[in-house]
């Protein structure tokens, strides 16, 4: 069974900086790739970047760019979004999913197998 597990939201200031993680299981990590999403009270759930296992290609959607990093652990199969910076715009529930490509900044049907969200709220 394909699962993700998202982990590592939080409080912290604006400024600040928290790194969430993605464990996942059950499939090849190597050969699909990872896309972190989020979904800010009352608005539609928007990509956020993706990497792809087998090569380390990384998108970011605008916002994120200079702010977020995204990497993988490939021995533990788990994917990694260091934010720094945070703005209280950030405040959302991310959510990691999976995908076999990531071409772009990610977009949500591209995307079929997803894990719980983890609440990342900043503070101003």
């Known amino acids: 069974e394909v699962q993700l597990q998202a982990s590592g939201g939080g409080l912290v200031q604006a400024g600040g900086s928290l790194r969430l993680s993605c464990a996942t299981s059950?499939?090849?990590?190597?050969?699909?790739?990872i896309a972190w999403f989020r979904q800010a009270p009352g608005k539609e759930r928007e990509g956020v970047s993706c990497?792809?296992?087998?090569?380390?290609?990384?998108h970011y959607t605008d916002s994120v760019k200079g702010r977020y990093t995204i990497s993988t652990d490939n021995a533990k199969s788990t994917v990694y979004l260091q934010m720094n910076s945070l703005k209280p715009e950030d405040t959302a529930v991310y959510y990691c999913?999976?995908?076999?490509?990531?071409?772009?900044?990610?977009?949500?049907?591209?995307?079929?197998?997803w894990g719980q969200g983890t609440l990342v709220t900043v503070s101003s």
């Open positions: 059950g499939f090849t990590f190597d050969n699909y790739s």
């Open positions: 990497i792809d296992n087998s090569d380390g290609i990384t």
């Open positions: 999913a999976l995908a076999v490509y990531c071409i772009r900044a990610p977009v949500e049907d591209d995307y079929g197998v």
